[in-house]
């Protein structure tokens, strides 16, 4: 019944319009406005998936240098995803600190019930216990980008994600999920503006942005001070070496 008095309500307004371009002798007028009305594109908001890590805080600082200091709170989106990684707590924090350093908030999304229920189905445990991750967590941030009118949804994939082989953070992954995307009739862009660039070259980047990197979070361990010894740090240390620049003597726990 409701749906019934909402549409009812509609057509008596579009009647009502239409009998006014009449009677006003102004149809042309009339016609134009609702082409305008139609063609309306959606607001630039951009939506980033922030881990705390060193791409993802670089892509950050880049957005919010693009759209401008004083836009961002209006036109930055940000989410967290917990999904029961090892290092999820210390991301959390990094993100969070990194998110207010720049006047912005983040929205976080508890998925650690379903990550320890996979982890516990597992024989050799995993520090990431959700495979191919990048599948639910965009399907998640499509929702939330729809619901916020985002224009973009942002991912901090490399250069060094494609020569790995990560499946879902290659290329075609995304480029199969934005035709995904399109076939809903809503017009959300996938971004990966990092995809052809090394980590090294992101943290020279982010360097010129004026990001501390010592606040971001890179140790599969969940440490609160990284380990320096883990998959993850050693291609952190690499990373910064390759870009020249110098992290703190005593950043990890061991060399």
Same mark, same amino acid.
Request: include cysteine; hydrophobic fraction near 25%.
């Given at each position: 019944m409701l749906s019934f008095n909402i549409f009812s309500r509609c057509t008596?307004?579009?009647?009502?319009?239409? %009998? /006014?371009? !009449?009677?006003n002798g102004n149809t042309e007028t009339c016609v134009r406005a609702r082409?305008?009305?139609?063609? %309306? /594109?959606? !607001?630039?908001?951009?939506l980033l998936l922030l881990s705390g890590g060193v791409e993802s805080t670089t892509l950050l600082y880049d957005i919010v240098k693009q759209v401008g200091r004083s836009e961002a709170a209006e036109k930055v989106r940000l989410i967290f995803f917990d999904y029961a990684q090892r290092g999820a707590e210390m991301e959390w924090i990094s993100s969070v600190?990194?998110?207010?350093?720049l006047g912005l908030s983040v929205t976080k999304f508890d998925l650690k019930p379903i990550g320890e229920t996979l982890r516990s189905m597992q024989k050799s445990k995993l520090h990431v216990p959700i495979m191919h991750r990048n599948l639910p967590i965009l399907s998640l941030a499509v929702s939330f980008a729809a619901q916020e009118d985002v224009s973009h949804?942002?991912?901090?994939i490399t250069l060094d994600d494609q020569q790995k082989n990560y499946a879902s953070a290659s290329i075609a992954f995304v480029d199969a999920y934005q035709a995904m995307i399109n076939s809903l009739g809503i017009s959300i862009k996938v971004e990966t503006r990092f995809s052809k660039l090394s980590k090294s070259q992101i943290i020279q980047l982010g360097h010129s942005h004026g990001l501390n990197y010592s606040s971001t979070y890179s140790c599969m361990l969940g440490h609160e001070k990284h380990c320096?010894?883990?998959?993850?740090?050693?291609?952190?240390?690499?990373?910064?070496?390759d870009a020249g620049v110098p992290e703190a003597p005593d950043f990890y726990r061991s060399s």
């Open positions: 008596s307004l579009a009647t009502h319009k239409k %009998s /006014q371009c !009449k009677l082409q305008r009305s139609y063609s %309306s /594109q959606p !607001k630039e908001r951009h600190k990194n998110a207010q350093n949804i942002h991912l901090g320096g010894t883990c998959m993850q740090c050693k291609a952190r240390k690499q990373a910064f070496i």
